[in-house]
């Protein structure tokens, strides 16, 4: 009597709680642990660049140096000064001076005493006014923390040359690199062509007089 008083309370109270509870299978369990705890812990490690950037204001100058290759009077090293205003992030004006000195042509070599220019008329002195303009931005990495903005740009205008004693109108046209070591200063690499017309040597032409020079700029 006394067990199946146990049974009868077993099958009212305990198996309605029991069929209530919905079973938990093996597989729900191994995926609410892999949602709070993940298996890997990722570590991100993030390197930190110094990067400066062009100071606000808008003026460059400075100076260069590189060589000259006057067309019928060799390749002469070349210095000179630019002033450059920054119109926008794109267009910039420039003004720029550089002076030379021409060599010897071919023909005055071989021909002993003969000279075609005194040497106050081998003085190549140029004056120009030029727009550039910024085609490819850029930055160039040194290291695992330093970064450095640099720019491509392309750069023509018009000024005069003195050249034989005489001022030529001059037309330039060229292309430069700059990079920016830090908010003030800059590095320049530039290769130009100024052509004027000259018939120094019995022929009218147009010259074309390379050249290749190096700087250095502050912003203020």
Known sequence: MENWIRLLF????????????????AQETIEDSLRSEPVVQPEIARREFVEPEIDEEDFEVGGFVGFLSVEDFGTSPVYGARLAYHVTEA?????????????KTSFELLSGNVQLLTDDQRDFTYYNLSAGYNVLPGEVFFGGSHAFNSQ???IA????????????FTVNVGAGYRLLINDWLTLHLDARDHMFESDLLGEAKTTH????????TFFF
């Not at 077993?10 to 299978?25: E, K, M, R």
């Not at 267009?91 to 060599?103: R, Y």
Request: proline share 6%.
């Open 91 to 103: 267009i910039f004006l420039e003004a720029a001076v550089g002076t030379s000195t021409a060599d």
């Open 152 to 154: 491509f740009y392309l």
């Open 209 to 216: 007089n390379i050249e290749l020079h190096g700087g250095l």
């Open 157 to 168: 205008g018009v000024g005069s040359t003195r050249f034989a004693g005489n001022d030529e």
């Open 10 to 25: 077993l099958s009212v109270f305990i198996s309605p709680l029991l069929s209530a509870a919905p079973p938990v299978s």
